[in-house]
């Protein structure tokens, strides 16, 4: 057997012994680390002091104490505490245990606590608040792994729930964690909400295509197309055109030149010429 093994069973025989007793009220100590653990609501305090007063303290609802050194520190049950304390009772029924630290104790609280509750809303949230989320430890000295994964096996939910309830932790706005307490918006709701403010709007995408197309290369104007095309027509079109001009001025020539034959043998036959000698003439 490994040594780590002997140390695990070693502490869970401490945890396991344990003995129930009547402790003076006033010699019970409060400390914050167990306080805080889990709020306190009015309403549930209001009821349970109805409750103890019509039917006294239940057995197996003892309260839990951490016996460290010679101070009896409360765990877990201060809504109980201050309700039975507050019909003026001086003592109350226990159950002590001993822990090696403050962080076994918290865990049982924790555990406790969750196993009266439907672990929801701000009992979630007031319980992931208290483990450690530094990487491989939670609050289980020893046990490596994902914090989410090490936390969510202790209280008894997913490691997905544990990560967004620490999300919710961290960016909830005040209105939101007041609505959670309250109990008017569920954990898994503010999550949503927080998780659909981060998404960009239709409007942003708008304006960030926008600025792509700005910083790209323009894309080709169709009427520019158009307008190069006509020019590379017109330059095609430029040397049919003075071709077609130099035959043109050609074809005017000649005209000219024949018109002044004809001419010049009308005016020649006129003068008696013969059309021998007129044929000559034209030749030389």
Known sequence: M???????????????????????????????????????EEDVLEKMKQS??????????????????????????????????SLGNKTIPCIIHNFANIEEAKTFAIKEQINRRNLSGQALLDAVANFNFEKGKGNVVGEKGKASEIIAKQIGVSAKTVEKTRLVLKEASPEQREAIKKDEISMNQVYKQIQDKKKPKPEQKA???????????????????????????????????????????SKTKTDEAFAKGVRYAISEIRKGISLEDLEKSLSA
Request: glycine fraction near 4%; charge should be positive; hydrophobic fraction near 35%.
């Open 52 to 85: 103890m007063k019509e039917e006294g303290f239940k057995s197996g609802h003892e309260i839990h104490i951490w016996k460290r050194g010679k101070e009896f520190i409360l765990i877990d049950g201060h809504t109980r505490k201050c309700a039975w304390e």
């Open 207 to 249: 304006e960030e295509k926008a600025d792509k197309e700005t910083v790209s290369p323009a894309a080709p104007n169709p009427e520019s197309e158009a307008e190069a095309k006509a020019k590379v027509e017109e330059v095609k079109a430029k040397p049919a055109a003075k071709k077609s001009t130099a035959k043109s001025v």
């Open 2 to 40: 490994k040594l780590n093994d002997i140390i695990s069973i070693v502490k869970d025989t401490t945890q396991k012994i344990s003995e129930k007793k009547i402790l003076k009220i006033k010699d019970i100590v409060l400390i914050p680390e167990f306080q805080k653990l889990l709020v306190m």
